[in-house]
């Protein structure tokens, strides 16, 4: 039986496509324009979006009219994907894309609403957290949406010299479960997790600062959203040095602001980034797909 090769994978023959990478006025990110990511890439040109994703840490693929299968596609380039523990929102036939939305049909939320409402890296609650996200916007709302971006190779190059050796030994606990009740009170539609879900995301224990494995650049790795204590440490010293340390990894300094654009695809590292989604009116439509791609141990 002959495979199907799909149109996102690197054929020795692919024409060229000519585009240009666009670093933004801001510290941290870039856009790409000119690419057409439902055309085939070849490596050449596979590898040079790979080195701006490395360089930038959020990519911004504008205008990419792509179906759902493409998404998925292009996406599987960089490595397998994660099934979303919140199966309720996987997209129909494509169990690989989670729907973030605010949108309900008949009642009942096609999506995750309330997705990002806190700092974090995606999946930092698994033993091989993200490698990155991909986030396709599909209805976008007249006012609010935007997604916030902060640098942790840049919070990490920020910290004292001694604060660093502080830390730089230290591991902490990240549970999906640290907030998600407290965000079901909020917003009753999220849904109430199943014992199969909850046995799904066990807490993990990562380091404080955990180095990029393609570039070596060290960041800093603990988020309001996941991490919930640092392992060995009493209670109450815990808590003071994560408030320390969450404050400053969010500083304007470090910080990309995303307005989006209709049709924008955007990937960003987890292994270099956190991100915050700013808030939607709730009387305007927002969806977006996103896929994950799984990373590997952190060290």
């Keep these: 039986m002959t495979a199907v090769l799909s149109r996102a994978t690197p054929t020795a023959d692919a024409p060229a496509q000519h585009f240009e990478v666009r670093p933004f006025d801001a510290p941290v990110g870039a856009e790409i324009v000119g690419l057409d990511i439902a055309e085939p890439i070849n490596a050449a040109d596979f590898q040079r979006i790979h080195r701006a994703h490395l360089d930038h840490h959020v990519l911004v693929f504008r205008d990419q009219r792509i179906t759902p299968a493409q998404h998925i596609d292009f996406s599987r380039r960089f490595g397998p994907l994660e099934i979303h523990v919140l199966h309720q929102f996987q997209l129909k036939n494509h169990p690989e894309i989670l729907i973030v939305s605010n949108i309900k049909e008949n009642g009942e939320p096609i999506g995750l609403g309330d997705a990002g409402v806190y700092w974090h890296s995606d999946i930092s609650y698994k ?12 209805e976008l ?31 902490a606990e990240h549970s999906y479960l640290a907030k998600y009740e407290e965000l079901r009170a909020k917003n009753p539609w999220r849904p109430k997790l199943s014992q199969a879900q909850i046995d799904q995301v066990a807490p993990a224990v990562q380091p404080v600062v955990r180095t990029h494995p393609e570039t070596g650049r060290k960041a800093l790795f603990v988020s309001e959203h996941f991490t919930t204590r640092i392992v060995g440490l009493p209670q109450d010293e815990s808590d003071a040095l994560l408030a320390e340390l969450f404050a400053h990894s969010v500083k304007p300094e470090f910080v990309y602001r995303h307005a989006w654009a209709p049709h924008d695809l955007v990937f960003w590292d987890n292994r270099s980034l956190m991100h915050l989604a700013a808030g939607t009116p709730d009387h305007l439509r927002r969806r977006l797909n996103r896929t994950t791609v799984v990373g590997d141990t952190p060290f």
Aim: hydrophobic share 40%; charged share 15%.
């Design 141 to 171: 709302p007249s006012e609010g949406g935007d997604t916030l971006f902060a640098d942790q190779h840049l919070a990490w190059d920020a910290l004292s010299p001694a604060l660093q050796q502080r830390i730089l030994p230290l591991k």
């Design 127 to 138: 033993p091989k957290p993200s490698l990155g996200s991909l986030l396709h916007a599909q």
